[in-house]
């Protein structure tokens, strides 16, 4: 999340969505009666206009909406926001009755509040520093996959296929190959990745090479990787090479604390607690170190409400909240126990 302007003794949060981590933090945020400013469209009839609606113009408008619902579609990465139109940069937008807006990634917004809670504050300000974005790279002379990682969410650009022949030879250059994979980086890359390049055999070297020569940026090779593609990209994540470059940062944490609670299960310890009514009680006492949830958690058919009233809960008395990546096999887990695991400072009583 990029936080433009952010002064709470005055109410507001200037802010752009980066991620579906961002989104989350933004669920958790949004509260009925907040004023959510963002741009948007909207039909405008002219005056001497009766008909059907569809008959108006669908105009560009700023908006300011007194938020009455919100809501968090993560299986499409948005949250949908509704309220009443309390302020409009163009006259002719009726103020009357309610308008919806969608935010998703590259969403800029400005959000007021009342009162800035020490939660809201830590969810645009949180006291960790993440750590840089992930470029990766899995490739061998067949194929190469690419991907980043973000927080504790991959995302799968594409596979790139070289049309090689099994063995080296004369009659193919492998040159084009190489090219094209250092386009794909070059149209990914953002300031601040971090570059990460692995695979069997030699070609993830001069894949390194062809990028730092383009992009003048470091490129790490790791070694010990046999897996390409995107099969290739999720593997670089679990290695424990790569483990020991990102140590720091959030999708480590997370690996480790899931790590901590399947352990913590199979050896009967009473100090973990898994499903969302589980983890509510533990959250209510204060007994919640850290939680994970799954970002497929409303498969299971939890409340929305509860469940964000929980993870803020345990985040309002000193505990961590991590968003897991279904799609990976730490989210996996997370998924397979209810969609939210969390570790105990303590045991409670049955």
């Not at 008959?55 to 509704?82: F, M, N, P, Q, Y």
């Not at 163009?90 to 509040?113: I, Q, W, Y």
């Not at 607690?273 to 498969?299: H, Q």
Request: charged letters at 25%.
């Amino acid at each position: 999340m990029i936080v433009n302007e952010f002064n709470p003794k005055r109410g507001f949060c200037s802010l752009t969505i980066e991620s579906a981590e961002d989104l989350w933090t933004l669920r958790r945020l949004i509260a009925k009666g907040d004023v959510l400013v963002t741009r948007s469209s909207r039909v405008v009839k002219r005056e001497d206009e009766y008909s059907r609606p569809d008959k108006g113009e669908r105009v560009k408008v700023t908006l300011a909406l007194s938020v009455d619902e919100v809501h968090l579609d993560s299986s499409i990465e948005r949250v949908r926001v509704r309220g009443t139109i309390v302020e409009a940069s163009d006259e002719s937008v009726t103020k009357v009755g309610s308008h919806s807006v969608t935010l998703s990634p590259g969403h800029s917004l400005t959000l007021r509040k009342r009162e800035w809670t020490p939660l809201g504050m830590r969810l645009v300000r949180p006291p960790r520093r993440l750590s840089s974005r992930f470029l990766l790279v899995a490739a061998d002379r067949r194929e190469a996959g690419v991907g980043t990682l973000s927080g504790s969410h991959l995302t799968f650009v594409t596979t790139i296929e070289s049309g090689l022949g099994g063995k080296m030879g004369d009659e193919q250059s492998p040159k084009p190959y190489i090219s094209k994979v250092a386009d794909v980086v070059a149209l990914t890359l953002r300031e601040g990745d971090r570059v990460v390049a692995a695979g069997p055999g030699n070609f993830k070297n001069a894949i390194s090479n062809q990028i730092k020569e383009r992009q003048s940026i470091p490129v790490t090779v790791l070694e010990g990787l046999d897996l390409t593609g995107a099969d290739g990209v999720r593997a670089l994540i679990k290695a424990k090479s790569f483990e020991s470059l990102a140590k720091d940062s959030l999708v480590v944490e997370l690996q480790k604390l899931v790590a901590e609670v399947v352990k913590r299960i199979s050896m009967g310890d009473a100090k973990v607690a898994y499903t969302l009514p589980r983890v509510k009680a533990a959250a209510a006492t204060g007994a919640v170190e850290a939680c994970a949830v799954s970002d497929d958690v409303f498969a299971t058919g939890v409340d929305e409400e509860e469940l964000v009233e929980t993870l803020n809960t345990v985040e309002g008395k000193g505990g961590s909240v991590y968003l897991a990546d279904s799609s990976m096999e730490y989210g996996k887990q997370v998924s397979a126990f209810g969609g939210i695991v969390a570790l105990l400072r303590y045991a409670l009583r049955a």
